[in-house]
């Protein structure tokens, strides 16, 4: 049984049509990642998982699992860290206050400063800003901490949302290094990224959406070298 | 897609007519003001000592705003929404207690334990009026969550006409005198003794609301709703009950300004939640809605105004009974700042609006 599974999920604003019947799977320790060109539709699947949107259609299970009608703070709590589009970090919150949100639902103080550190030990750049505003933080910097917030939670797998955006080249490879420490110690990730070579290099798996549709799926290898896949997303000829 | 961009009317360096009036409106008042001050000080009809209790007098009413403010300031933080029935939530309060109060004076109580009365009074007006906020916020608000903003505005004045309207038909449209409390009676130095128990009730309520803020998972989660909603959820916040907290916790606060209310003004009637309420609302704009220490500040300046202002403003043109002028000065203010300074005093505090 997948960690993660959708089935035929549709998503729909208003009238528009995010997603048109969806089907995908996370295996336990596989790192997952969903393609697709701006408004395919991959935001829009991760929502729905975190229950930010309701599928109109469609079932969402998380092992064994119903996820599909829950409420966003319910499923964090069953082990899905989301790691959502544009950081969402708290600004006016410290770097500290941010992670101790990450982890709100736990009380005991000795299991929180030890995950603190345990995210400090990741990055520690966070460490050396700890009482900052969020705010204040570099791109890169705010990056981490959104991570390092959802991981404060522990989760069974962690989605995340175009982490490499807007982000010098030298601090996306850095944040990759991360989610692959990550995933060897054992976190199951779903990575959606526009920037499909880095994506599939570190992916076990792979889906490529488009218009709301799964169009393509395969291992990370098989779909690099997809000529489909090279023309539209890795800028080949 | 080539339909040309609408031209701005006040854009570029074109000043279009509507706002040279509105400048000059600000410009003419506040010549009015600066003249007639000068006026009246020149007059010195007032002594030194009369402009102290004129400021004394103001900064106990104001900090009365300030406790009312805080809770419009609270719940725009968290749901961008004027909660215009809070008014009626420090009338509940307000109202409900000198039922409680007359009780204790009749039983001879209130005499013979003033503080522990007095305590009494202030906590059961906190509930009341905090049961209150609390259900308005699941009746008239939550359902309409996702509708236009709009809608939750219009729900808000019929939950108010519903507040005014059940006490008026169960306590009668009468004026009813609070019992005095004995051991208020009087001044201690320049002080009447109930503008001291307003100054250390709201001091005290206001390090209460600080330390929930800063140090309780409920005030956490209240801080990160009202800087991103949705982020809030994701990291397991309850967004709904953080933001019926909100409410409890500004009904509360507005419960115990409601009897503050009442030792000052010694009367209460099922109306009296409207001018202190959009007084407090004022106060709220003043310092910068959604800005929690710009809600205090703006209800202390708008208490010394209102208290100072119509003899200081107007007495010097000869205006008698220049106070009644009092109302008129804080409505002023309140469209002076949404139009030349919509962010307040202390500027705004909003986090992620758009995220809405
Ligand atoms: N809140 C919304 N309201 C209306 N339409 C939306 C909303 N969010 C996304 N969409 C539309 O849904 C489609 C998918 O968007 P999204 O999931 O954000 O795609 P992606 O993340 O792949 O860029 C797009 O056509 C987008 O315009
Ligand atoms: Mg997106």
Known sequence: MPLLALQRVHVHYGLIEALKGVSLTVEQGEIVTLLGANGAGKTSTLRAISGLVRPSAGRILLHDIDLTHRKPHEIVQFGVGHVPEGRRIFPRLSVEENLRLGAFTIRDRAELARRQEYVFTLFPRLAERRKQPGGTLSGGEQQMLAIGRALMMQPRILLLDEPSMGLAPVLVESIFEVLQRLNRDGTTILLVEQNARMALDIAHRGYVLETGQIVLSGSARDLANDPRVQAAYLGAA | ?356
């Open chain 2, 1 to 356: 897609m080539t339909i040309a961009a609408p031209q701005r009317l006040t854009g570029g360096r074109r000043i279009d007519i509507s706002q040279l009036i509105v400048w000059g409106i600000g410009g003419l008042l506040l010549t009015i003001v600066f003249l007639g001050s000068i006026l009246t000080l020149r007059a010195g009809h007032y002594s030194a000592a009369q402009w102290r209790d004129f400021i004394v007098f103001g900064i106990a009413q104001g900090a009365i705003y300030a406790l009312i403010a805080l809770g419009y300031t609270m719940v725009y933080g968290v749901l961008r929404m004027i909660n215009f029935a809070h008014g009626e939530v420090f009338m509940s309060g307000a109202m409900t207690t000198f039922f409680l109060a007359d009780y204790l004076n009749r039983s001879g109580f209130l005499k013979s334990h003033p503080w522990v009365s007095l305590i009494a009074m202030l906590l059961f007006s906190g509930l009341v009026s905090m049961t209150v906020a609390v259900l308005v916020e699941r009746i008239a608000y939550r359902p309409l969550r996702g509708a236009p903003r709009l809608v939750p505005l219009i729900t808000a004045v019929g939950a108010s006409f519903f507040l005014q309207y059940t006490f008026r038909g169960l306590f009668g449209s009468g004026v009813r005198a609070y019992p005095a409390i004995p051991v208020l009676q009087g001044k201690l130095w320049v002080f009447q003794k109930t503008q001291i128990a307003v100054f250390v009730g709201v001091l005290i309520t206001l390090v209460l609301l600080v330390l929930f803020l800063q140090r309780t998972r409920a005030g956490l989660a209240i801080r990160a709703v009202a800087e991103d909603r949705e982020a809030a959820a994701l990291m397991g916040v309850d967004v709904d009950r953080a933001i019926v907290t909100t409410f409890a916790v500004g009904g509360f606060m507005a419960g115990i300004a409601g009897v503050l209310y009442a030792l000052v003004f010694i009367q209460v009637q099922f109306f009296m939640g409207f001018l202190p309420g959009i007084k407090a609302f004022t106060a709220a704009v003043l310092g910068g809605i959604g800005n929690l220490p710009g809600a205090a500040v703006g209800g202390l300046v708008l208490g010394v105004i209102e208290s100072i202002g119509p003899s200081l403003f107007f007495d010097g043109y000869g205006i008698r009974a220049a106070h009644q002028l009092k109302d008129v000065i804080a409505f002023t203010i309140l469209v002076l700042i949404l139009i030349f300074r919509p962010t307040g005093l202390l500027g705004e505090r909003l986090g992620g609006e758009e995220r809405l």
